[in-house]
């Protein structure tokens, strides 16, 4: 069995969903921005109804935080 898993010492982009104005305790994380706007228009698919145009994804860019993991 593998797991992908990120080193601690890695940096990790996320993006909270609260963040973007929905009442949402969701909260993505990867390693590179495109995975996270990725994985945030897939959430807003499923759990909010919404589609991700490229304008909103272009707001949305700027609203994902670099951390470390």
Known sequence: MT?????RSEVVFELH?????????GV???Q??????RQAAEHAARV???KITPEVAAKV?????????
């Open 3 to 7: 797991q992908s898993f990120i080193q």
């Open 17 to 25: 969903c609260r963040d973007v104005g929905f009442d949402c305790p």
């Open 28 to 30: 993505v994380r990867g």
């Open 32 to 37: 590179t921005k495109e995975e996270v706007l």
């Open 48 to 50: 909010h109804e919404t």
């Open 61 to 69: 860019e700027g609203l994902i935080r670099e951390t470390g993991s």
